[in-house]
């Protein structure tokens, strides 16, 4: 081995036998370091990172507080940069990792609001064991400065205008919840079932935004200054659940607070939240992070802290240890030197940051010993991951209309006709927060690879179709056998800080799209790209319009996964993670948090669990080229006694239903309540598909603040043709049947409620 700078100090590269390896701490060469406490990696870490803090320099340990964090030589600890995103595959827009080396590509897998199509947890947790091992391989190869990842994103798609709405698993706090669990699970190289397959993190992963995030900029109202003003009964059961499972269950190793006010609180100074609830009740053992520059807006943009030193203090003092940004660096100093702030504080927040490097095993010498040293570039879109990434497309992918059977085309069309301005665009088809993929694809080039005889034309000047070439697209339309129109948003329509204003296709697409219709030879199909929904009444309405698909924005398979759903080399089984409103929900504030409706004001309430107006589709529609029936086969039992704790005498609710507290029901009476539900699935059709069923209940009361149904389970079944299939679902009285009441508690309530799954229902009756 050989070092290129004298061994005392810290070194920016070494060489190991001709490789270059990134800048480590505790190289066993470093005389100054190798005895220390920090560098042994046979005591625990919490101890290993006191010793290290204790160390530490008042200055030094400021300088550790941003995301940006230096390195402290005379300790032979390197530079560390905490932001580094991966939503949906390894990106470079944060500063972690670039992908201007040699490495220039990582498999980019759909944006998640399409993988979540799927309902596959299995699915979603290999997307995240993709993901880390490539993370981990840059890492390896020196070319990410940090392993801190921060995705997920799983604040609940409340809104349909959100234009961040893509980049989450949708609207059920249940799929969310679940996404969350999978995907950090693969990130930091756990088991599906949360067994660890190394005592290290193969890379970090961080539920994002906590909490009530959901809106960015809508009508000059901006997530930085945003109050989310949000019942306790709402936050119970819809915003945090995702963050507790993504925490308790996933074990994730970050947080991220968001920018917003919750209840006039800024979210990263909120004790409560990040104290109390993360680390206190759910039991978090990681870092948490700010959002960029919400520390600086606490003061600068939301007024909440008189003085910059008051941001400072609010914040450490809240439980947050690291800002992505550079106001800890510059207001700490002086927010000690007023007293404001105890060291005690700083030295909490580093504790919590350099577990979490050691965790990632930075602090274990020489890294080619480390479990994950063996991770090498050949991950990096290696052919596994690229198929995942189209197996992922094709299963996500929404079949929404299918008139006549019009779709799948036949192989043997002689010419076809495509149109629209999303067609001829693979970079449409990754979406935001995404890194450049391995493979770059239009839809266009795929659909020329079925039909020879393709014409093209892109029917709008843009996306936003302020111009439209009407009579070029219908001239073309005309003349073909068969019409595909590649139409929808991308993101100059929404994405981060820019949410939509309404529901409507941009321009003149709608214009566009009928008009086609009305001059091609048959029923034309029509493919919808974006991620959050549209109103496409008028397609559903239009019997010129015989197909339509919705593809979110299927990353790097995604072409190819269209084309071969289009010509029937893959039968679409993905169902929808959200519900699709029609343009008359944009009369409700997107700044009205309320999940609930309110039938005094003509508030209609948010998503399947509540809302009550007219929906151009529902949440968990989707068709297939096979049609799927079900019945419940087996119920373990249709009565839950829950009555066996005889100190709790049940309580009365406004409406008379006696209910108990899940809370004080205990484990053992919830173990004993569990259910055991068989479901028989029937494909009859004439393709083998793959279909997700969902298992929801609903309340034989309605009102009182019950969601009308809610998802308590999914799972996807492989079927043959004409097979018959049968899946087993495990109920949880206490985690599945109870609901939050108005002071934000979860209770069991005496009565019948009823299993849904398609139309069959089946009652279940809980005493109490
Ligand atoms: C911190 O100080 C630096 C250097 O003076 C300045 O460039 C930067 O804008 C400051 N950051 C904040 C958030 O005030
Ligand atoms: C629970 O309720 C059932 C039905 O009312 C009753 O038969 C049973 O004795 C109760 N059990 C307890 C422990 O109270």
Redesign the pocket.
């Known amino acids: 081995m050989i070092s290129l700078v004298p061994l005392i100090g810290f070194t920016l590269l070494f060489i190991h036998g001709g490789s270059t390896l990134p800048p480590f701490s505790c190289d066993s060469s470093n005389p100054v370091t190798k005895n220390l406490p920090f560098c042994q990696t046979g005591l625990p870490i919490t101890q290993r990172a006191r010793d290290l803090v204790s160390r530490l320099t008042l200055d030094e340990k400021i300088s550790q507080l941003v995301n940006s964090a230096p390195a402290i030589p005379r300790l032979g600890i390197p530079a560390y940069e905490w932001w580094s995103e991966a939503l949906h595959g390894v990106a470079n827009v944060g500063p972690g990792v670039k992908f201007d080396g040699t490495i220039k590509a990582a498999t980019s897998f759909p944006q998640v609001i399409l993988t979540a199509a799927s309902f596959d947890p299995y699915q979603w947790y290999r997307i995240g064991l993709a993901i880390g091992r490539e993370a981990r391989a840059m890492y390896n190869a020196g070319e990410a400065n940090g392993m801190t990842f921060w995705a997920p994103n799983i604040n609940i798609f409340r809104d349909p205008r959100w234009g961040r709405g893509q980049e989450t698993p949708g609207e059920d706090p249940l799929v969310v919840g679940k996404y969350a669990v999978s995907y950090v699970r693969g990130v930091q190289g756990d088991t599906f079932h949360g067994g660890k397959l190394h005592g290290h993190l193969q890379a970090s992963a961080c539920c994002k935004h906590f909490t009530a995030y959901d809106l960015d900029n809508w009508k000059g109202t901006n997530r930085f200054v945003f109050d989310a003003r949000v019942s306790v009964q709402d936050l119970a059961d819809t915003y945090q659940p995702p963050f507790e499972s993504c925490v308790r269950d996933g074990r994730a190793s970050g947080v991220m607070c968001a920018y917003n006010r919750v209840n006039g609180v800024p979210s990263c100074a909120d004790s409560i939240l990040l104290l109390k609830t993360v680390r206190g009740e759910w039991d978090f053992k990681g870092y948490i992070t700010s959002d960029c520059?919400a520390v600086?807006l606490i003061h600068?943009g939301q007024g909440y802290a008189k003085a910059?030193e008051d941001a400072v203090v609010d914040v450490l003092k809240a439980g947050m240890d690291v800002d992505c940004?550079?106001?800890l660096?510059?207001?700490t100093k002086s927010a000690l030197l007023q007293k404001k702030l105890p060291e005690s504080q700083i030295d909490r927040a580093l504790h919590n940051l350099f577990a979490v490097r050691m965790r990632l095993g930075l602090f274990d010498g020489n890294p080619e010993q480390l479990p994950f040293s063996n991770i090498r570039t050949d991950q990096i879109c290696s052919p596994e991951h690229q198929i995942l990434a189209l197996e992922a497309a094709r299963n996500g992918i929404v079949l929404l209309k299918n008139d006549a059977k019009l779709l799948p085309l036949p192989k043997s069309t002689m010419s076809l006709a495509v149109i629209g301005p999303n067609a001829d665009s693979p970079q449409t088809l990754i979406g935001n927060y995404a890194g450049p993929p391995c493979k770059s694809l239009a839809t266009l080039q795929a659909l020329k690879s079925y039909v020879k005889n393709t014409v093209y034309h892109p029917g709008c000047d843009m996306v936003s179709c302020s111009t439209a070439a009407i009579d070029k697209a219908v001239d073309i339309a005309k003349r073909a056998d068969y019409v595909v129109l590649i139409m929808g948003l991308d993101q100059t329509q929404e994405r981060e800080a820019l949410d939509r204003i309404d529901l409507f296709l941009p321009g003149r697409q709608q214009e566009l799209i009928t008009s086609v219709a009305k001059s091609a030879k048959r029923p034309v199909v029509l493919v919808l790209l974006s991620g959050g929904p549209i109103d496409v009444s008028f397609a559903k309405d239009n019997p010129r319009i015989g197909g339509i698909l919705w593809a979110g924005y299927p990353g790097e398979g995604g072409a190819i996964a269209l084309a071969e759903i289009i010509f029937g080399d893959h039968n679409p089984g993905g169902r929808l993670p959200i519900t699709w409103y029609p343009q008359d929900f944009t009369k409700v504030p997107m700044t009205d948090m309320r999940m609930r409706p309110e039938p005094l004001s003509d508030y209609p309430g948010r998503t399947y669990r509540f809302y009550k107006g007219d929906k151009v589709f529902e949440f968990g529609y989707g068709l297939s080229y096979s049609k799927y029936s079900y019945t419940f086969t087996r119920v373990s039992r249709n009565k839950l006694y829950l009555n066996h704790s005889s100190s709790l005498r049940a309580r009365e609710t406004s409406d008379s239903v006696g209910y108990k507290l899940v809370s004080e029901l205990g484990a053992e009476v919830c173990g004993e309540g569990k259910l055991t539900v068989h479901v028989g699935v029937k494909n009859h059709g004439d393709l083998a598909g793959k279909h997700p069923v969902l298992l929801f209940v609903r309340h034989g009361n309605h009102g009182n603040g019950r969601p009308k149904k809610q998802l308590i389970g999914f799972q996807s079944v492989i079927l043959n043709a004409g097979e018959v299939g049968e899946i087993q679902f495990e109920v949880k009285p206490c985690e599945h049947l109870g609901r939050a009441n108005e002071y934000g508690l979860m209770v069991m309530e005496e009565g019948t409620q009823f299993l849904l799954v398609g139309d069959d229902k089946h009652p279940i009756t809980i005493v109490i």
Do not use: E, F, K, V
């Open positions: 520059d600086a600068d910059p940004g550079s106001y660096q510059n207001y």
